[in-house]
């Protein structure tokens, strides 16, 4: 039935829960697993000054380039933890952007049959307010969402 699974980490403690769920479907219904994780972008209007200050266009880059490299390691975590499941067809993927936008539209372009996500808890106000990315993936999805808690 979910021939292929787009899994989306952010390598906090709720991933590791959301890995193990989906490692356990993929297993059971011999899937494809799409491992995604969504780093944040970073630019001058993302970052907070007080008063006047210049700051280099490296200082970005930089700081761009260690969010990429901290969500390739997590992403490498994850792909060596479905190994040790004996999850036959992983693929990893690193994108940047809104993370519930680029997570629909990689299931969208893959052709994927279930996202599976974690659930930061957030309740009553808080998510009326803000939002969440689980939230917005499963209003807006083509395909089964399933949210790990």
Same mark, same amino acid.
């Given at each position: 039935?979910?021939?292929?699974?787009?899994?989306?980490?952010?390598?906090?403690?709720?991933?590791?829960?959301?890995?193990?769920?989906?490692?356990?479907?993929?297993?059971?219904?011999?899937? &494809?697993?799409?491992? +995604?994780?969504?780093?944040?972008?970073?630019?001058?209007?993302?970052?907070?000054?007080?008063?006047?200050?210049?700051?280099? #266009?490296?200082?970005?880059?930089?700081?761009? &380039?260690?969010?990429?490299?901290?969500?390739?390691?997590?992403?490498?975590?994850?792909?060596?933890?479905?190994?040790?499941?004996?999850?036959?067809? +992983?693929?990893?993927?690193?994108?940047?952007?809104?993370?519930?936008?680029?997570?629909?539209?990689?299931?969208? #372009?893959?052709?994927?049959?279930?996202?599976? +996500?974690?659930?930061?808890?957030?309740?009553?106000?808080?998510?009326?307010?803000?939002?969440?990315?689980?939230?917005?993936?499963?209003?807006?999805?083509?395909?089964? +969402?399933?949210?790990?808690?």
């Amino acid at each position: 039935m979910f021939h292929k699974i787009v899994v989306a980490i952010d390598g906090s403690e709720v991933s590791y829960q959301v890995l193990e769920t989906a490692f356990h479907l993929a297993k059971e219904q011999q899937s &494809e697993l799409s491992i +995604v994780h969504v780093g944040k972008e970073t630019t001058a209007a993302s970052v907070a000054f007080i008063g006047m200050a210049y700051v280099p #266009k490296d200082y970005f880059t930089s700081i761009q &380039e260690n969010v990429k490299q901290e969500g390739e390691q997590i992403l490498h975590k994850a792909a060596s933890l479905a190994e040790e499941a004996g999850i036959i067809s +992983v693929q990893t993927f690193y994108m940047t952007g809104d993370p519930a936008e680029v997570i629909l539209d990689f299931a969208e #372009k893959h052709g994927s049959n279930l996202i599976v +996500v974690g659930s930061r808890g957030l309740s009553g106000i808080k998510e009326l307010m803000l939002g969440s990315v689980s939230h917005k993936i499963s209003q807006y999805s083509k395909c089964p +969402v399933l949210i790990v808690r």
